[in-house]
Structures are given as structure tokens and as C-alpha cells.
């Protein structure tokens, strides 16, 4: 398996939990979103300035990875927590 399909099949990994816990736990998750907004945030500048700096490719830097996943989980749980607090106001 390519690392492409690794990386893909994380991050498909993440957002299935995003949706599951946000379905789950939509209060949690709502409230944990300035959170991880903040820590991809901060995490993807670094990215960003560490690429530029020592000419690497995102690939290679080891930190991508979690990154992205936790980046899948955020968007995962947005939509699962606000399918259920939608229909919870009609």
C-alpha cells in the first residue's frame, strides 16, 4: 500500500470518528471545537514555516500525519454534532 492510500485511509479514520463522536457527544464536541481549531491552527503554521525553512516536502515531516487527522476529526465532529443539535431545534 502506497503512503498516499496510508495517509488517506488516517484520514478517513478520523473523520469517521469525528462524525461518530459528534453524533455521540454533540454538546462535547462543540465545545471542543475552539480547541482543536486553535491546535490545527498553530499546528499548520508550523508546518507551513518548517517547510519553507528547511525545503522539505509536508510528507516528510513526521507531525503531518496527526495533524491532519485531528484536522478530519474537526470536520467529522462539526458535521455529526451539528446534524444532531439541528434536529434538536426543529
Same mark, same amino acid.
Given at each position: 500500500m502506497s503512503s498516499k492510500n496510508k495517509r488517506r485511509l488516517l484520514q478517513l479514520l478520523g473523520f469517521v470518528t469525528g462524525v461518530l463522536f459528534g453524533l455521540w457527544r454533540?454538546?462535547?464536541?462543540?465545545?471542543? @471545537?475552539?480547541? @482543536?481549531?486553535?491546535?490545527?491552527?498553530i499546528g499548520y503554521f508550523f508546518l507551513s514555516r518548517n517547510t519553507i525553512e528547511s525545503k522539505k516536502e509536508l510528507s516528510d515531516i513526521k507531525w503531518f500525519i496527526p495533524i491532519q487527522m485531528?484536522?478530519?476529526f474537526l470536520i467529522g465532529g462539526v458535521i455529526g454534532s451539528t446534524i444532531i443539535l439541528y434536529t434538536q431545534l426543529y
Amino acid at each position: 500500500m502506497s503512503s498516499k492510500n496510508k495517509r488517506r485511509l488516517l484520514q478517513l479514520l478520523g473523520f469517521v470518528t469525528g462524525v461518530l463522536f459528534g453524533l455521540w457527544r454533540p454538546t462535547q464536541i462543540q465545545t471542543m @471545537l475552539p480547541i @482543536l481549531g486553535i491546535t490545527v491552527g498553530i499546528g499548520y503554521f508550523f508546518l507551513s514555516r518548517n517547510t519553507i525553512e528547511s525545503k522539505k516536502e509536508l510528507s516528510d515531516i513526521k507531525w503531518f500525519i496527526p495533524i491532519q487527522m485531528i484536522m478530519y476529526f474537526l470536520i467529522g465532529g462539526v458535521i455529526g454534532s451539528t446534524i444532531i443539535l439541528y434536529t434538536q431545534l426543529y
